[in-house]
């Protein structure tokens, strides 16, 4: 049975590895719909999705606040957040 590389990468990819990636596809998203003036309630949405998942994984409501989100990577994985900014 033949297993094509994307399905590997996605097994291989851990739950917070993909928190991590949905974080920061929403900061991308916060930060274009803000500069762009654009969908409104989106952007609320949006930014609720942020405060919800960000809280989920600890981040301290100063690192919210501010979206200064980081975490240490080792060998192309998350291995941990850094909650305190």
């Known amino acids: 049975m033949a297993c094509d590389l994307?399905?590997?990468q996605d097994m291989k990819t851990t739950l917070l590895d993909q928190r991590w990636q949905q974080l920061m596809t929403l900061?991308?998203?916060e930060a274009r719909f803000k500069r762009e003036g654009i969908h409104p309630r989106l952007l609320r949405h949006v930014s609720s999705e942020i405060i919800g998942l960000a809280t989920e994984m600890?981040?301290?409501?100063?690192?919210?606040?501010t979206r200064e989100f980081r975490a240490e990577r080792e060998r192309g994985r998350i291995v941990r957040i850094l909650t305190d900014c």
């Open 58 to 65: 600890g981040f301290s409501a100063r690192c919210i606040e």
């Open 27 to 29: 900061c991308e998203s």
């Open 6 to 8: 994307q399905s590997w």
